[in-house]
């Protein structure tokens, strides 16, 4: 590595729509190739810095090929790093895993014959990894970063960094949808070549939550239009949500957590009431994942959203908040004005809202599909009313003995013959279990 150099040409500003970015070439006496670094805000002798090393893929970077992940990758690696306000992706000129264009061309014809990436890659004479990361170290020795998160879902590249003699903190994986048309290709990573992939995250589950509009029947008597419901909450293994009423408590792992991302963006809304509001103060917006945020909608009958709330500050909605009938004009017109959109709904006698009435005129807004969150009061009267259509559940190994999310002194009893589960998914990610499924009220 001593005997390698790599010299910085030049740098320019360039806004993205990620953000602004400065972009540097670097020359190298290893190869007659330009290599790139994107460097957002200062590294220079910063901990942690969050960095991508991704290798150059023209077909998925430049022209969005559908077969790889690649250009997904990079879009959301250039988020994460704008959403953090730092980091940088080390862009390496070696097309192909390091086999170059042609090759790749002809390991595409292969694979369309049947043999998958790494066995194509394997006849053309190539390693089926045949990438070195030395000219990534030595950029980033340059821009003065040696501790790192890295955003990869490979180990060797980690391992490979690591014995370059970068300090890698930390991985932090990079989810992008399992298509039809790059799921052999994702498979053959995850078995062949070690990657950190979650095969279970199917495009059909993609598809299903995006159905719509539903008549939902489900055993009820209900016949009204109302949006398909996706109640979506983490627990501790002794059922609790949060340690206590109003206080956060950070139960998911980094990899549900993707999940939970992932499911937000195919729901066109996404619920959840003041009470959770006020205690976590959420953005309820799509970070860990692609897709797009969903319309935000906040059950407060009272008004009592502060102004100062992040979710305010949506970057693409203004959020629905849900008032009583009574609640405070002078407050309404508050909340306008720091850009919320305040509904008047009718409330139940115990001065709730009233959710058989409210869904309805949801869907005519166009919310087909619905994703709730909490907190334990909302998720309680979803499920006693009946208007839950499915649930995916994140049970974290933990026991903290607090607020459960179903409570015992409803209003309203909960169903009994109890509701069970059907067309049931487990799925392990990290240290949780997530377990997804329909709810079958015909049994209640």
């Known amino acids: 590595m001593d005997e390698i150099t790599v010299q910085q040409m030049a740098c320019a500003r360039l806004p993205t729509e990620s953000g602004a970015f400065s972009l540097c070439l670097y020359h190298t006496n290893y190869d007659n190739k330009e290599h790139l670094a994107l460097v957002m805000g200062a590294v220079d002798g910063q901990e942690n810095v ?4 991704h290798s150059e893929c023209f077909t998925g970077d430049v022209l969005g090929s559908l077969r790889c992940d690649c250009g997904p990758q990079l879009q959301r690696a250039m988020e994460l790093i704008a959403a953090e306000g730092r980091g940088v992706i080390v862009y390496l000129r070696q097309e192909g895993r390091g086999i170059g ?26 390693q089926a990894d045949a990438r070195d990361y030395t000219i990534a170290a030595l950029i980033l020795r340059d821009l003065g970063v040696h ?40 498979s053959t990573k995850v078995t062949k070549m070690r990657h950190m992939l979650n095969m279970n995250l199917l495009p059909e589950t993609q598809f299903e939550l995006q159905r ?51 499911l937000r963006a195919a729901h066109d809304g996404i619920l959840v009431g003041i009470g959770t509001a006020l205690a976590d103060d959420p953005r309820l917006t799509v970070r860990l994942a692609m897709g797009s945020h969903p319309q935000p909608i906040i059950l407060d009958s009272d008004l009592r959203l502060p102004l100062q709330a992040k979710i305010l500050q949506h970057p693409t909605h203004a959020p629905w908040i849900i008032a009583a009938a009574t609640a405070d004009h ?53 499920l006693t009313q009946q208007l839950v259509d499915r649930v995916v559940i994140t049970i974290a190994p933990t026991l903290i003995g607090g607020l459960h999310a179903l409570e015992n002194g409803s209003i309203r009893p909960f169903p009994h013959p109890f509701p069970r589960l059907q067309h049931i998914r ?15 009220w015909q049994a209640a």
């Open 147 to 186: 501790s790192l998160r890295l955003l990869t879902n490979n180990p060797s590249k980690i391992e490979s960094l690591q014995a370059l003699g970068m300090t890698v903190q930390d991985r932090i994986p990079l989810h992008t949808p399992v298509t039809q048309e790059n799921a052999a290709y994702l």
């Open 330 to 382: 002078g407050r309404q017109a508050a909340l306008e004005a720091a850009g919320a959109r305040v509904w008047r709904a009718s409330t139940t006698t115990t001065g709730h809202i009233d959710l058989p009435l409210l869904l309805p005129r949801l869907a005519l807004e166009g919310m087909h599909s619905i994703m709730v969150e909490g907190g334990a009061q909302v998720i309680t009267s979803f």
């Open 426 to 440: 487990y799925q392990r990610l990290g240290d949780d279990i997530v377990i997804i499924g329909d709810v079958n």
């Open 101 to 126: 264009l042609l090759d790749k061309l002809r390991a595409y014809n292969l694979q369309d014959e049947g043999y998958d990436t790494v066995d194509a890659n394997l006849l053309l004479g190539h």
């Open 212 to 262: 719509a509009p539903v008549d939902l029947n489900n055993g009820r008597a209900a016949t009204a239009q109302r949006p398909l419901i996706t109640l979506c909450y983490a627990q501790s293994m002794d059922g609790s949500i949060t340690s206590q009423r109003g206080q956060p408590t950070p139960l998911s792992g980094r990899e549900s957590m993707a999940l939970t991302h992932q």
């Open 50 to 53: 969050l960095v991508r090393v």
